[in-house]
């Protein structure tokens, strides 16, 4: 009995020592678990943080370049920042956005109220030069932002930005959210992106600085804009009317300097015969002074040519009258040449036939008892003979007939198209007609080499049937210059070389830009 009992004292506490190191074992794994289930639930949390916020600034990203692509006024341009957290953009001022950083205005983009992974509202930065503003300058793939984004050392990450979207995080140090405070850019954003000059920081979360941002660039607004405008372009009442009129696109304009005036001996946009590609024709001016008659009375009548729209050399034919008795009728016919975007003249506009009488310029239409009326003839060599007939009377001093000028550099009278030529959509856009749908080619055109030939497309929208192209030809890349005089400052690859009625609509790249826009068929 003695050696049992002594047995059991001996082993006893052993058995409780290794219990004891079992129990503090499993709290050690236990302990270890806690902390790795801990550590991954922070992981987890920050990443969903991420996402949400990296969402919330793709949204707000897509949401602005689609609202630039259908602006109808001015295409590229962008609302401006909100800047009482209500979400609606500002109104301008003295044609001026009110600032050019603040909140997002997401009700103005049609979007849900967006917030970060923190829990905020996004903030937006606008270049000045964007803003929705038609007063005072154009707007085109031309032009550049004025935005440059560095990192954190300093080191230039990207510039000509547009916009900016910043993801603001939670609160740092120093700074201050509520009442008064809840709309100062310092205290939601840091550093160079608080300051209001047209530099901002990407760079890492520290604990003094967490945001997170996306930019625009001209590189990822101008393709679908001018996509739009491209196809906005092909439905206006410029080529459509030209083609009803005569039968016939019109030809092209030889390519010289875009942003030269009409002055200039390069006569831009100026149309020609035979030629097949190159820049709009959006200009004419009469091939002499107008021959005139007068029947049933008489009249002395004296015909001139005057300057018109932005100085366009003889673009006016004016008769200047007096002496008039027994109430004549008087027939003016002249010849538009510069073969143009042509649409007929309309009576009732005072810019495009105007009738003095006693001091005071009038529309045709409106002047009783003139009846007046005009007629077209379209000629092979693509100009447009016009012929003027109204009745004279006492007081009728003046009958100017203009050319319906579409003009680069003034608003024209038909508001269709005003937004084309105000923001000078002309000087980035070729322009390519098959010498089968040219004046005289006889409404017909055969693949290549076939003669007369088609145009050719090769990508997307593609054939070899193609009567009339546009090339949005982008801004400038690395080689080029915008303004240029040669046709290889402006388009890539095989566009450069028209001759052969071949086109490239390829993906974009840093070496291409070029979208190819069918018109017809």
Known sequence: MSRAVTGTAKFCPRRQRGAALMVMLVIVVMGIAAALVGSLSATALKTAHQETTAAALAQAKEALIGRAASDDNMPGSLPCPDTNNDGSAEMLSGNECPIYIGRLPWRTLKLPDLRDGGGERLWYALSGNFRDDNSARPLNSNTQGQFTVKDAPGNTLATGVVAIIFAPGEITYGQSRGGADANIAANFLEGENANGDSIFVSGQTTDTFNDRMTAISGDSLWPTVEKVVGKRFRGLPLLGTYYA??????????????????????????????????????????????????????????????????????????????????????????????????????????????????????????????????GYTMNTNGSVTVAFTGRLFSGVERIELRDVVVDPSVDPVDPAYAWFTRNQWNQVMYYAVSPGYAPGGGNACTPPPGIPSCLTVNGGDGGNDKRVVIVMAGGALSGQSHPSSGIAGYLEDGNVTPADFIYENKARTGSFNDQVIVVAP
Request: charge should be neutral; hydrophobic fraction near 45%.
């Open 245 to 374: 009129a005569s039968g016939a696109f019109p030809f092209a304009a030889p390519f010289t300097d875009p942003s030269l005036s009409f002055t200039n001996s390069s006569r831009p946009f100026i149309g020609a015969a035979s030629v097949y590609s190159g820049l709009l024709p959006m200009g004419a001016t009469w091939a002499g002074i107008p021959a005139y008659s007068i029947v049933g009375g008489s009249a002395d009548v004296a015909c001139e040519l005057r300057d018109g729209y932005n100085d366009l050399v003889n673009a006016r034919a004016r008769c200047n009258i007096s002496n008039i008795s027994d109430a004549p009728v008087i027939s003016i016919t002249g010849t538009l040449t510069g073969l143009r975007l042509w649409r007929p003249h309309n009576l009732s506009d005072a810019n495009q036939v105007r009738v003095r009488v006693n001091g005071i310029s009038y529309s045709a239409a409106s002047v009783a008892g003139m009846g007046a009326a005009i």
